[in-house]
T-cell receptor, first 112, second 116 residues
Framework: GESVGLHLPTLSVQEGDNSIINCAYS??????FIWYKQESGKGPQFIID???NMDKRQGQRVTVLLNKTVKHLSLQIAATQPGDSAVYFC???WGQGGKLIFGQGTELSVKP | GAVVSQHPSRVICKSGTSVKIECRSL??????MFWYRQFPKQSLMLMAT?????????EQGVEKDKFLINHASLTLSTLTVTSAHPEDSSFYIC????????????FGPGTRLLVL
């Protein structure tokens, strides 16, 4: 079936550097995408979202880019901090109140 | 706002017993809640969609008689794992949708189930 996948299962960065986490999706009907952060033993925490009619959205230290042509999503974290260490999931959905399909996740490790 | 709680946070039970997990939306009403299961180092897998006042919709491969879902009010959904076995040990997470124009789901803190 269709699924959302990630290119990199693990990512290690130096504190202060920028991080880029990538995600490929395959459902062309998806119109809403979300990035979640999950710390060990906790539920996913909403980071940022983007609708399919946009190609970029910025938050505080985070930016999500959407390329519908190649069905690619990325999360950029500026000035990565140790507190950013976690697993990051992209998720896609379509319609209103639709179910989320999660990608496999990328574990981000920030070295001090 | 948009806080979702789960109870218990962790539970250990004997094989063959049933375990009930509660999911509550604390500051909003949720007509729809979702139940996920997550094994170590893996992604979240949707088990079922819980609809207030109606039957849950289960994903393919999820046994509805084993994972009983009840969504009796706009703030509470329960998942009961019946006749639990060691392979049911997992991290169970619920999410709730406020039902507004946005589709963002808010997740609970998860319940760690260990079946001995």
């Amino acid at each position: 079936g269709e699924s959302v996948g990630l290119h990199l299962p693990t990512l290690s960065v130096q504190e202060g550097d920028n991080s880029i986490i990538n995600c490929a999706y395959s459902n062309s009907a998806s119109d809403y995408f979300i990035w979640y952060k999950q710390e060990s033993g906790k539920g996913p925490q909403f980071i940022i979202d983007i609708r399919s009619n946009m190609d970029k959205r910025q938050g505080q230290r985070v930016t999500v880019l959407l390329n519908k042509t190649v069905k690619h999503l990325s999360l950029q974290i500026a000035a990565t901090q140790p507190g950013d260490s976690a697993v990051y999931f992209c998720a896609e959905t379509w319609g209103q109140g639709g179910k989320l399909i999660f990608g496999q996740g990328t574990e981000l490790s920030v070295k001090p | 706002g948009a806080v979702v709680s789960q109870h218990p946070s962790r539970v250990i039970c004997k094989s063959g017993t049933s375990v009930k997990i509660e999911c509550r939306s604390l500051d909003f009403q949720a007509t729809t809640m979702f139940w996920y299961r997550q094994f170590p180092k893996q992604s979240l897998m949707l088990m079922a969609t819980s609809n207030e006042g109606s039957k849950a919709t289960y994903e393919q491969g999820v046994e509805k008689d084993k994972f009983l879902i009840n969504h009796a009010s706009l703030t509470l959904s329960t998942l009961t794992v019946t006749s639990a076995h060691p392979e049911d040990s997992s991290f169970y997470i619920c999410s709730a949708n406020p039902g507004t124009t946005q589709e963002t789901q808010y997740f609970g803190p998860g319940t760690r189930l260990l079946v001995l």
